[in-house]
């Protein structure tokens, strides 16, 4: 593992624990060389996914991008970091779990909506505004109609228990 400050190959582990449920090992690691501390994260890849964009442009699905388009979109909401890392592992999960080397990046825009609709839903308008590249004010008032009336049909159903 190359050193993030000096690009040195000489680093140690200094401590190693499962996180995000038993999903990863995170690792504290110091440089020898320059003395820095970073952390890295070892996940399971099921296998090597791939984006198609709407270019029709192939490239390789990224988790990091997902986990800074979630950050973005619930920027100062009150949403834990650990629950943003469990919401985007478990998109990542989906896709693997879809069997398909390569995966459409509309696929992965409708689960992350699908996600934000559930944790918070401004997170999700910003999101949606963004993906769906909203032009005028109709295009909120859609998506804002869409969302009330999830939320009228989520209360017709009774009391849920969050998780």
């Known amino acids: 593992m190359r050193c993030p400050y000096c690009a040195s190959e000489k680093t140690q582990v200094k401590d190693s624990r499962p996180s995000e449920e ?3 090992i995170r690792r504290r690691r110091v440089c020898e060389d320059c003395g820095g501390r970073f952390t890295t994260f070892e996940r399971v890849q099921l296998r090597d996914l791939v984006v198609i964009k709407r270019s029709g442009r192939r490239v390789a699905f990224d988790r990091e991008k997902l ?3 979630v950050e973005t979109a619930v920027r100062k909401r009150p949403i834990e970091p650990e629950r943003i890392e469990r919401m985007v592992s478990g ?3 989906q896709l693997e779990n879809l069997g398909e080397p390569e995966v459409p990046s ?3 825009g409708e689960l992350v909506m699908e996600a934000l609709k559930g944790a918070d839903p401004v997170a999700y308008i910003r999101f ?3 993906y769906r590249d909203f032009r005028e004010a109709a295009d909120f008032q859609e998506v804002l109609g869409d969302l ?3 939320l009228e049909a989520g209360l017709e159903a009774g009391p849920t228990r969050k998780l």
């Open 148 to 150: 009330a009336h999830g």
């Open 91 to 93: 998109i990542a999960r």
């Open 67 to 69: 986990l800074r388009s």
């Open 22 to 24: 038993g999903q990863a």
């Open 128 to 130: 949606a505004s963004v």
């Open 106 to 108: 509309s696929a992965i």
